[in-house]
Each structure stands twice: as C-alpha cells, then as structure tokens.
C-alpha cells in the first residue's frame, strides 16, 4: 500500500514532468554533477567549451563527437581525480562530461565508449 502512495505521489509531481514519456529511455538526474572539473589546463581544454575527458589506456581510440572537444588521459592521477581508477590502481575505461562553464557534470566507466551515447550526453550539455 505503501508503494503505491509513494508512485502516485511522484506521478503528480513536477519531477515526472521533466522526465521521458517513455520510462523505457528515462534516465534520472543523467547530468547529476556539478563540481569544478579537474586538471582543464593539463588537458589542453579551452573554456567556454563542452568537452569529453576520456580515460582510457593504450590501445584506445575514442570516438568523436560533434559539439564538444574531444581530449584522453591515461594519468593514474587524473584518473584519481575524476574517480574513474579502478581498485587495482589503473585508469578505467571510461569518460566524463565538462560543460562549457568548465564543471564536471557527469562521469561513467564505459568499456565501450558508445559514440552515440556519448553524442546524446553532449548534446544536453549546458
């Protein structure tokens, strides 16, 4: 009974209007962040534009998307910074979103690097 005070009080908020139609895609607070990024300088990001920060050793070769500059790390320390180091030390697999202001807005270990999702993401970048 609980439960479903608790789904009704949040379908007649105006959270679930902000939210996709289609629960199926619906990704809470995607953008969740809002921190300073990290070490801009030493990756060469210029301000006042979007960029994907991705971590990823060698062999890597990242996919680039449209709208955001495209940089990659392999330092340990940066990695740290950005939380994407594995247990054993490494830097993972993955990426993080800066907005064009230069705050980390999102970061994800993603062995796959999904170029059309890392598009999706850039694209709601403020």
Do not use: K
Not at 16 to 28: C, G, I, S, T, Y
Not at 50 to 59: K, L, N
């Amino acid at each position: 009974m609980l439960t479903g005070v608790g789904v009704l009080a949040y379908l007649s908020s105006p959270a679930h209007e902000l939210h996709d139609p289609n629960h199926a895609l619906q990704q809470l607070d995607l953008l969740y962040l809002d921190e300073p990024a990290p070490g801009l300088d030493l990756l060469g990001v210029r301000p006042g534009r979007p960029a994907v920060v991705y971590f990823c050793g060698a062999p890597c070769d990242p996919p680039q998307v449209t709208g955001a500059q495209d940089v990659r790390s392999s330092s340990p320390d940066l990695a740290r910074q950005y939380a994407l180091l594995t247990d054993a030390g490494r830097v993972g697999h993955g990426y993080a979103l800066v907005d064009s202001s230069g705050a980390l807005r999102y970061r994800t270990f993603d062995p796959g690097l999904h170029r059309q999702e890392i598009q999706i993401l850039v694209d709601a970048l403020p």
